[in-house]
Each structure stands twice: as structure tokens, then as C-alpha cells.
């Protein structure tokens, strides 16, 4: 009787906590959305304050901030609809490098917008600014929830008998979630931890640790990646790069000739 009650626990806890993740990780990607019109709305307040008083350059940089925010909320709505079942694995998606680099980059659009004398010298921008400013800060927080969503903790050997089949899985080193893979933390290291070699930035393709991936966080000249299906792929490049069509590597810009 002990062993059918640790059974059905066992089935049962598993099915329970993933409904759980699955809703509240629905309600934190909504919330966010909702925060991202909000954020949106507010620029174009913001814009429309520029625009009355003649600052084409605060206007413009509203216009830069609002094409990323565009462009992270796109993002975004890939992550609410592709990952509700194993949020832990949004961070390291294509989706969701997208919208970590693009909602940086307006927030680097807004800090250069705060820090324009007219900001401070016209009350007009007063409220407009403000709500940008709190919106950033709330979009970001509920983005942070999903980037550190955590990872469902490897099975455990069991006591009972009943349990000798778990306990081999556990042996040879097995993930709970099929679609991960065991991969040594290091090299030379005896842990290991379960990764998604489709997606995980670090290890596309293969355990880094056993030379069988790629880190795509270390191709050289890039800004921008994701691992998509194993591949690492590169969305944007650093300065003096540029993205060849051919391999969608970044190379050097090709050097001036000097005469």
C-alpha cells in the first residue's frame, strides 16, 4: 500500500506542478504584453510632446526606441506561444535572444532620451517620461521572471523497490525532460546537468564540454544569436562586422584601399 501511494504521488506531483508552470508562466507573458502597449503607448506620448515643441531629435530617438520595442514584443509572443510547457528553455531560444537584445536596446534609446537637457527644462515631458521610464522597469522585471524561470530538478534514486527502474535512468545519467541531453558541467568535472542542445546558447548542437557543440555566444564579431535546431545563427554583428549572406557568419568590413 506504502509503495502504490509514493506511486501515484510520483504521477501525479509531476502533472500537477507543470499545470502550474503553465499557467503562471501564461499570466506573467500577459502581463508583460500588456506592460509592452503600455510602454509603447507612452513613447508616443513622449513623441507627440517632441514633436509639439520642435525637438526632431528626441522625436526620432522615440521613433528608434518604439521600432525595438516592436520588435521585442514580436519576440515576445513567440516565447507565450511556443514555450508554455517548459518555460525554463525560453531564455535560451532564438525568441528569446531577440527580446533580450531589443528591449537593451530601447532601453538605451530611453537613457539617452532622459538625459537631453529639454527634458528637465519642459514640464511637458514630465508625465510622459515618467510612465516610459516606470513601464521600462516593469516590462523588465516581468521579463527577468521568465529569463530565470527554473529548470526542473533532475529525478532523484528512490528508497523503495518499486523504484530500482528510476534509480538505473539516475545511473545512466538520464534527464527528466526528453528533450534534454546529460552533458558534463565541465571537461573534467564529475556533474553533469540536462541541457536542450537545440536551443542552449552554450552547447548548440552537442555538450560543449565534449567538443560536440558550439558556444554561439562565442562566434566572433557577433552581437545578436540564438541556437535554433541545433544551429547557431546570428541575427545581428558588432560594429566593423558585417553578416556574410553566404554562411551567415560575421567577417571583418573590408578594409579601405589607401593610395
Given at each position: 500500500?506504502?509503495?502504490?501511494?509514493?506511486?501515484?504521488?510520483?504521477?501525479?506531483?509531476?502533472?500537477?506542478?507543470?499545470?502550474?508552470n503553465?499557467?503562471?508562466?501564461?499570466?506573467?507573458?500577459?502581463?508583460?504584453?500588456?506592460?509592452m502597449?503600455?510602454?509603447?503607448?507612452?513613447?508616443a506620448?513622449?513623441?507627440?510632446?517632441?514633436?509639439?515643441?520642435?525637438?526632431?531629435?528626441?522625436?526620432?530617438?522615440?521613433?528608434?526606441?518604439?521600432?525595438?520595442?516592436?520588435?521585442?514584443?514580436?519576440?515576445?509572443?513567440?516565447?507565450?506561444?511556443?514555450?508554455?510547457?517548459?518555460?525554463?528553455?525560453?531564455?535560451?531560444?532564438?525568441?528569446?535572444?531577440?527580446?533580450?537584445?531589443?528591449?537593451?536596446d530601447?532601453?538605451s534609446?530611453?537613457?539617452?532620451?532622459?538625459?537631453?537637457?529639454?527634458?528637465?527644462?519642459?514640464?511637458?515631458?514630465?508625465?510622459?517620461?515618467?510612465?516610459?521610464?516606470?513601464?521600462?522597469?516593469?516590462?523588465?522585471?516581468?521579463?527577468?521572471?521568465?529569463?530565470?524561470?527554473?529548470?526542473?530538478?533532475?529525478?532523484?534514486?528512490?528508497?523503495?523497490?518499486?523504484?530500482?527502474?528510476?534509480?538505473?535512468?539516475?545511473?545512466?545519467?538520464?534527464?527528466?525532460?526528453?528533450?534534454?541531453?546529460?552533458?558534463?558541467?565541465?571537461?573534467?568535472?564529475?556533474?553533469?546537468?540536462?541541457?536542450?542542445?537545440?536551443?542552449?546558447?552554450?552547447?548548440?548542437?552537442?555538450?560543449?564540454?565534449?567538443?560536440?557543440?558550439?558556444?554561439?555566444?562565442?562566434?566572433?564579431?557577433?552581437?545578436?544569436?540564438?541556437?535554433?535546431?541545433?544551429?547557431?545563427?546570428?541575427?545581428?554583428?558588432?560594429?566593423g562586422?558585417?553578416?556574410?549572406?553566404?554562411?551567415?557568419?560575421?567577417?571583418?568590413?573590408?578594409?579601405?584601399?589607401?593610395?
Open positions: 500500500m506504502k509503495f502504490f501511494i509514493f506511486a501515484l504521488a510520483a504521477a501525479v506531483l509531476p502533472a500537477i506542478q507543470a499545470s502550474g503553465a499557467v503562471n508562466f501564461r499570466s506573467t507573458c500577459s502581463t508583460v504584453n500588456n506592460q502597449g503600455t510602454l509603447f503607448g507612452s513613447l506620448q513622449l513623441k507627440s510632446v517632441a514633436d509639439r515643441l520642435g525637438h526632431a531629435h528626441i522625436s526620432n530617438k522615440c521613433d528608434e526606441a518604439r521600432g525595438h520595442l516592436g520588435d521585442a514584443r514580436t519576440a515576445w509572443g513567440g516565447i507565450s506561444s511556443n514555450f508554455g510547457g517548459f518555460p525554463w528553455q525560453a531564455r535560451s531560444s532564438p525568441h528569446g535572444s531577440i527580446c533580450q537584445a531589443r528591449m537593451s530601447c532601453g534609446c530611453l537613457d539617452w532620451i532622459f538625459a537631453q537637457p529639454e527634458i528637465s527644462q519642459y514640464s511637458d515631458y514630465q508625465a510622459p517620461a515618467h510612465s516610459c521610464r516606470r513601464t521600462y522597469d516593469s516590462c523588465q522585471t516581468g521579463c527577468r521572471q521568465v529569463w530565470n524561470w527554473p529548470s526542473p530538478p533532475r529525478p532523484r534514486p528512490s528508497q523503495y523497490a518499486g523504484y530500482r527502474r528510476q534509480l538505473a535512468d539516475t545511473e545512466h545519467r538520464s534527464c527528466p525532460n526528453v528533450q534534454e541531453t546529460s552533458c558534463p558541467i565541465t571537461s573534467n568535472a564529475t556533474g553533469y546537468e540536462c541541457i536542450d542542445t537545440q536551443t542552449e546558447l552554450t552547447s548548440c548542437g552537442g555538450c560543449e564540454s565534449l567538443n560536440e557543440g558550439e558556444n554561439c555566444l562565442a562566434i566572433e564579431g557577433a552581437d545578436t544569436v540564438g541556437c535554433e535546431k541545433g544551429q547557431c545563427r546570428v541575427f545581428s554583428a558588432l560594429p562586422y558585417v553578416i556574410n549572406e553566404t554562411n551567415g557568419r560575421p567577417e571583418p568590413l573590408p578594409q579601405p584601399i589607401s593610395f
